[in-house]
């Protein structure tokens, strides 16, 4: 009886060995998961007409929304939320928004959050680390 329960337990070691190591993927990036969600900190402003709203402690609270490819900006200081903004991936860790150019981008990784985006006569922008 004894020898069949170190065999069981030897079994039962080299199975979960096997399965630790199954089930990590090394090919895993973090653009395809939740990782750029959360909150990031630094200086915030948002501009709509005469009406303008700045902070130098501000911050944005990052959400990935169900399509995969969309995000949600809540910004504090009373600034309007961005929703429903679409990324794509560019190099191993960084999301740009789709529609980038040099006066409207988004630009999120793995430290920095980086956004300059006019829509409507409305302008956010933020440069935030966490």
Do not use: H
Not at 61 to 68: D, E, L, N, W, Y
Request: charged residues 20%.
């Amino acid at each position: 009886m004894k020898k069949a329960i170190k065999i069981l337990g030897l079994f039962m070691l080299v199975f979960f060995t096997a399965l630790s190591f199954t089930s990590c993927s090394d090919d895993d990036d973090p653009a395809n998961n939740d990782f750029f969600a959360g909150t990031y900190r630094g200086s915030i402003s948002y501009k709509e007409g005469s009406n303008s709203i700045s902070a130098n402690d501000g911050s944005v609270f990052v959400t990935k929304i169900a399509s995969g490819t969309k995000y949600n900006f809540a910004f504090s200081n009373n600034i309007p939320d961005l929703n429903g903004v679409e990324f794509q991936q560019t190099g191993d860790n960084t999301l740009v928004m789709v529609g980038s150019n040099t006066s409207t981008y988004i630009r999120i990784d793995n430290n920095e959050l980086k956004i300059l985006y006019t829509r409507d006569g409305k302008t956010w922008t933020a440069n935030c680390t966490r």
